[in-house]
């Protein structure tokens, strides 16, 4: 199968998803920091540093948009969760988020990068929430399945279906950001996502 996202080129960073390009479309990425999102971008994109791993939490916290396709892109969020991050500081990264969703005219779907073995924490929960409010596809990744046995992790991934299993618009895959499992599995969602027009 064709991955067409190892085309993917940094195209900018933004403070603010308004300074995004106008028009086009794109799926964005988020998740609790450490679940895994850089290794995930670079396992995606077949490229070992597309996205950075994050080695200072707490630092700048930018979005990233790479484009594969002139006006098709893949938004890097920033990631949450980090303990040392002042209050007033997460509020406003929140509520920036939830604007981005409900607002960003371009978004088609979000990809929730959750750790297998912390699934559907707090945040992931308001994000996934924010989502079906904003009528988009969302697709949660348990990344790290290399790190638990199959069938915990084919426990895990029915626990979290059987959560969302009244949401259509709702998936959920194992992943290995590691050795590559699930690899083909993301590329054929996020193909449907680029593909659907939500109706917002
Ligand atoms: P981010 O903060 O969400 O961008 O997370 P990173 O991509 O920086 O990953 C956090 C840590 O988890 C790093 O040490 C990665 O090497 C490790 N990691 C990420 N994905 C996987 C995975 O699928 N399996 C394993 N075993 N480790 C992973």
Not at 14 to 20: E, I
Not at 71 to 94: F, H
Not at 120 to 140: G, R
């Amino acid at each position: 199968m064709e991955n067409r996202y190892r085309k993917a080129q940094f195209l900018q960073s933004a403070s603010h998803f308004n300074q995004l390009p106008p028009g086009g479309a794109e799926v964005a990425f988020v998740g609790r920091s450490n679940a895994g999102k850089s290794s995930v971008l670079n396992a995606l994109t077949q490229q070992k540093d597309l996205a950075k791993t994050s080695k200072t939490p707490g630092r700048t916290q930018l979005i990233n948009a790479f484009s594969f396709l002139p006006q098709e892109w893949l938004i890097d969020l920033p990631g949450y969760g980090y303990a040392k991050v002042p209050v007033s500081v997460k509020q406003k990264w929140q509520a920036m988020l939830h604007q981005y969703l409900e607002e960003r005219d371009a978004l088609k779907g979000l990809v929730v990068i959750m750790d297998i073995r912390h699934p559907l924490m707090e945040l992931d929960e308001m994000m996934i929430a924010w989502a079906i409010q904003s009528n988009l596809q969302v697709h949660l990744l348990l990344n790290k399945a290399d790190k638990v046995s199959k069938s915990e992790a084919n426990q895990t991934l029915f626990k979290v279906q059987k959560k969302y299993e009244h949401f259509q618009q709702v998936s959920a895959q194992l992943f290995s950001a590691l050795n590559g499992l699930g690899l083909k599995t993301l590329i054929v969602q996020m193909e449907k996502m680029f593909e659907k027009t939500p109706v917002r």
